[in-house]
């Protein structure tokens, strides 16, 4: 049985920082592309991050520059270092898996980020 399981999120103060992290189980890691999505009050899910297999990054053009994905393929983790971080950026975030062959894909529960002073 796949389970994503994210963890990290919180309250933080515009500028700050989070790292969010996805641990996942019941599935070959290294044959899934992972990603992060976040979804606002009143808004459609939307992607964050992406990382392939192979460990090529892609990020929405929002958050170039502040947010960098990781994965330990070992470990099967993927994280998401958040930097500067601004108020639009509250959201849930969700761990995405997308296995490479069909597509097919897992999400975890999501995770809140709260950015507010």
């Known amino acids: 049985q796949v389970q994503l399981v994210e963890s990290g999120g919180g309250l933080v103060q515009p500028g700050g920082s989070l790292r969010l992290s996805c641990a996942a189980s019941?599935?070959?890691?290294?044959?899934?592309?992972m990603g992060w999505y976040r979804q606002a009050p009143g808004k459609q899910r939307e992607l964050v991050a992406v990382?392939?297999?192979?460990?090529?990054?892609n990020y929405a053009d929002s958050v170039k520059g502040r947010f960098t994905i990781s994965r330990d393929n070992a470990k099967k983790t993927v994280d998401l270092q958040m930097n500067s971080l601004k108020p639009e950026d509250t959201a849930v975030y969700y761990c995405?898996?997308?296995?490479?062959?069909?597509?097919?894909?897992?999400w975890g529960q999501g995770t809140q980020v709260t950015v507010s002073s």
């Open positions: 019941g599935v070959i890691f290294s044959i899934y592309n």
């Open positions: 990382i392939t297999n192979g460990g090529r990054p």
């Open positions: 995405n898996a997308k296995f490479i062959y069909d597509g097919s894909d897992y």
